[in-house]
């Protein structure tokens, strides 16, 4: 477990390099093969059940393991509250457990296409429907926003790096992905595509590393504020000690002088 703001560092920094790696690898890949070759599955940004697919559920699982354990250090009357923490580290690992069983796709599958690009066209249609997700979504949000407050009262800082890695992760899994769908649905150009992909991938993995890292950052000061009782206590008991053992060796020195100055008399 991370136990101080330099480890925690230290990981967001291996994570990115990894992910640099894989999309270089990728790159080269893709570059060697041409558009006429078939790229090594290992290494396939838009593959399955490979080294990016596991590292990417690997995070994931990570982010949501992190919840957990700040939840366990939490107090159920304080927010955010050990349900709360609990519910995102669930939310993590389904999300950890779609990235290598393609949970939604296959969800998406069964209700209309294997893709998302029918859901918008399908809200219009169906305005019951889609006013009753609006006020799920909403009653949701509401739901949330004193625990996500009182996360940013914890640590403002990383509450802000959680912000912006949500905001990339969306950017890459849901804005990018929508338009690599639409690129192979007219037919865009192979080499685009690939470039399409990888940066989508890269987002995906860059936002759920900072949102790794910000999870940590709020466990180690949660750790930080929550030392024991007993640790506090010591310290104070060694100070008085500390202060009584100087008073007495200047109690000590000053009775010394009086007998010497007696026994001189």
């Known amino acids: 477990m991370i136990h101080s703001l330099q480890q925690a560092r230290k990981l967001l ?11 270089v690898a990728y790159g080269t890949d893709a570059w060697v093969q041409g558009s006429t070759g078939q790229l090594n599955e290992l290494i396939n940004l838009d593959g399955e059940g490979n080294l990016p ?3 990417s559920s690997f995070q994931l699982a990570l982010i949501s393991i992190s919840f957990w354990t700040l939840a366990a250090r939490a107090r159920e009357s304080h927010r955010p509250s050990r349900r709360f923490l609990r519910l995102c580290g669930g939310f993590f690992l389904f999300l950890s457990m779609d990235e290598t069983a393609m949970l939604h796709e296959r969800i998406t599958a069964s209700l209309g296409s294997r893709y998302v690009d029918w859901l918008p066209a399908y809200l219009v249609e169906n305005r019951v429907n889609a006013i009753v997700c609006l ?6 949000a509401a739901a949330a926003y004193p625990h996500l407050r009182a996360l940013w009262q914890m640590s403002r800082n990383a509450s ?7 905001v990339v992760y969306v950017t890459g899994a849901a804005v990018l992905e929508t338009i690599g769908y639409k690129m192979l649905n007219t037919g865009a150009a192979l ?6 992909v990888a940066l989508e ?5 860059l936002g759920a590393s900072l949102i790794l890292y910000a999870v940590l950052l709020i466990c180690v000061n949660r750790g930080k504020r929550a030392a024991p009782q007993g640790e506090h206590s010591q310290r104070a008991e060694r100070a008085v000690q500390s202060s009584n053992e100087l008073v007495n060796v200047g109690f000590g020195r000053d ?5 010497s100055y007696h026994v001189a008399v």
């Open 53 to 55: 697919a596991w590292f």
């Open 201 to 205: 991938e890269f987002f995906e993995m």
């Open 160 to 166: 802000l790096v959680g912000a912006c890695g949500c």
């Open 255 to 259: 009775q010394w002088r009086a007998d």
């Open 191 to 196: 080499s685009l595509y690939r470039a399409e």
């Open 13 to 23: 920094l291996t994570a990115i390099c990894i992910e640099l790696l894989l999309v």
């Open 135 to 140: 006020l799920v979504v909403g009653l949701c």
